[in-house]
């Protein structure tokens, strides 16, 4: 009883300093902004002189998005200061709803045009790809089944014609997902602004939240009060530029980030720093989910599998030949190749490298320099990056894209060779993070001296002391070619045997001796009723691995001409179809 008094006074007496308190609203300002993925922690800053005695200081105009449960209050640089504690409320301000309305359905429509259009345009090309390729190989497939059937198979002719899926349709399909992801979120982004103007015509006011904190000040002095809160609508991610010097053989990263906030408020030369955390994320698992199994009803199984693309897919190894013979075909200066015609009027397909074509649209930031970057720390939770300098980043305005570092990688330059998905031998580069910073996950822009290459991802985060390849075209001082110079079908009985010889020539036309890791398909059965047999190897290779990757490794001195011979049979029964064997 007696410390539920002393309580009940305790509480008495707050009540009394509150009500007493005097009011006033300082001016404060946004002075700290740490961005998450889709997500920012705000830090606003009043610095008072204060009056010693009881004062309820607030902060008003905070937007309602605002985590309520995130709010914290500060304060320091005064002795004697006692924080009693802060409340929040909501605030309805006057003000034309149709207006408001008008305000954020503008900014709903200048999303929708700068990145939400721009990023669909590029999904609807890369799906047009998609489906363009898949009916190439099919009618590919088609034509080929009927040649084999006739005896009249081109053997030389349909040898560049296959591998398809294998090294473009991943490319096509990982450029998908990361465009549909984006305009996922851009979606989730809309569909907030659309509740909140949907709630201000609804309302017909405009609503804040004021954040008020109790003080005792025993003695006037300044007082610094500051309020932290979490708010949605905040985005950032790395991007990447990767520069080969051919010279010193290291690779220049400029390492990126692309900050886009629509919260309401502006960030004015604030101090800036970006997060990895994710505080939207679930604290746990959940609740244990039992895995019970339950059988498809056979007649709809059927139905699904009867309707799979899949099950009409051909998997060819290079369709780059067939393309470019396609009727209505043109390459451009920048590697693409334009189908004009039907429906779909221009679809570029990209040979090397994933379609993007700037999909957010950001602006380009200042230039790094080298000597100046993102201060890195590495938490237990987070890797946290803080600029060294004040930024400014405007709500509802386009991505802003600031330095993080800008660094210099030494790399291991290797060149392979896969003639039979495309002649001639590739760049590629190992380099070892050799910094402080985590490459994250983000798209990569790759440049040599002589310009822009392409653009690839980096798929996983590249810690500290970790490697990292990149491909970076093709070395012009090799000249690898692979040729079919004898393919003979021979029928004997039920069985049909193919025997197939395969000539590699590699020619180094440069001043500089190379080596060339050189790797070449040899056919795997994947079926008891068809046989394979290995002939000879001119010269050995160094394995031929289960996957029937044969592997050599090529030392050419300037001028050097080396040969490559394959023998190969195949045998099987008639009554089969196999639509990638030459």
Request: charged fraction near 25%; aromatic fraction near 8%.
């Amino acid at each position: 009883m007696g410390k539920r008094m002393i309580l009940v006074a305790l509480l008495f007496v707050v009540l009394c300093l509150s009500i007493n308190a005097k009011e006033f609203t300082p001016d404060s300002k946004i002075t700290a902004v740490t961005v998450y993925p889709e997500w920012a922690r705000v830090t606003r800053t009043a610095n008072i002189d204060i009056d010693s005695g009881m004062h309820s200081v607030k902060f008003e105009n905070i937007p309602l998005i605002a985590d309520e449960s995130s709010f914290r209050v500060s304060a320091f640089g005064l002795d004697g200061a006692k924080l009693y504690g802060f409340n929040q409320t909501v605030e309805f301000h006057l003000e034309d709803p149709d207006k408001r309305a008008a305000r954020i359905e503008e900014l709903a429509q200048n999303i929708i045009r700068t990145r939400k259009q721009p990023l669909q345009s590029t999904s609807e090309r890369l799906k047009q790809q998609k489906e363009l390729l898949m009916g190439i190989g099919k009618t590919a497939g088609e034509n080929m089944s009927g040649e084999i059937k006739s005896g009249s198979v081109n053997a030389a002719g349909w040898e560049n014609a296959y591998g398809f899926f294998s090294n473009k349709m991943a490319t096509l399909l990982d450029s998908i997902i990361f465009v549909e992801n984006e305009i996922s979120d851009i979606t989730d982004s809309l569909k907030l602004l659309d509740a909140e103007r949907r709630k201000t015509v609804e309302q017909n006011r405009n609503q804040t939240r004021t954040v008020s904190a109790d003080f005792d000040i025993s003695k006037a002095g300044k007082l610094t009060v500051e309020v932290e809160y979490l708010i949605p609508g905040a985005n950032w991610y790395p991007i990447y530029d990767a520069t080969f010097n051919p010279k010193t053989e290291k690779v220049e990263i400029g390492y990126y980030a692309n900050i886009l906030q629509q919260t309401g408020e502006d960030w004015e030369d604030v101090q800036l720093s970006l997060s990895t955390n994710r505080p939207s994320q679930a604290l746990d698992p959940g609740q244990f989910a039992a895995w019970y199994l339950t059988p498809f009803e056979v007649s709809y199984l059927n139905k699904m599998r009867s309707n799979a693309e899949l099950n009409n897919m051909i998997v060819p190894d290079a369709v780059d030949d067939m393309l470019s013979s396609t009727a209505g075909t043109v390459t451009t200066n920048e590697g693409e190749l334009i189908i004009r015609g039907g429906r779909a009027g221009e679809v570029p397909y990209v040979l090397n490298g994933i379609t993007i074509d700037k999909p957010l649209g950001g602006k380009k930031g200042p230039e790094p320099v080298k000597s100046v970057g993102y201060q890195y720390s590495l938490g237990d939770f987070e890797a946290v990056f803080s600029s060294p300098r004040k930024e400014t980043i405007r709500s509802g305005g386009d991505p802003q894209k600031v330095p993080i570092g800008h660094f210099d990688l030494a790399g291991e330059v290797n060149l392979i060779s896969r003639p039979k998905a495309a002649e001639g031998a590739f760049r590629q580069i190992t380099m070892t993070n050799n910094t402080d910073f985590p490459l994250l996950p983000g798209v990569v822009s790759v440049f040599t001296e002589s310009g822009f290459l392409g653009k690839t991802v980096f798929n996983e985060a590249v810690l500290s002391g970790n490697k990292i390849t990149l491909g970076f075209g093709k070395d012009e001082t090799m000249d690898i070619k692979r040729k079919i110079i004898e393919s003979k079908k021979n029928v004997k009985g039920d069985k049909i045997k193919k025997e197939v010889t395969v000539r590699i020539i590699a020619e180094n036309k440069g001043k500089a001796a190379r080596k060339v890791k050189l790797e070449e398909p040899t056919p795997v059965s994947q079926d008891n009723r068809i046989k394979v047999k290995l002939g000879q190897f001119l010269p050995e290779p160094l394995n031929i691995g289960i996957d029937g990757r044969a592997e050599w490794s090529l030392d050419l001195a300037p001028a050097q001409v080396d040969t490559i011979i394959i023998k190969y049979e195949v045998e099987y029964p008639q009554e089969l179809v196999i639509t990638n064997l030459p």
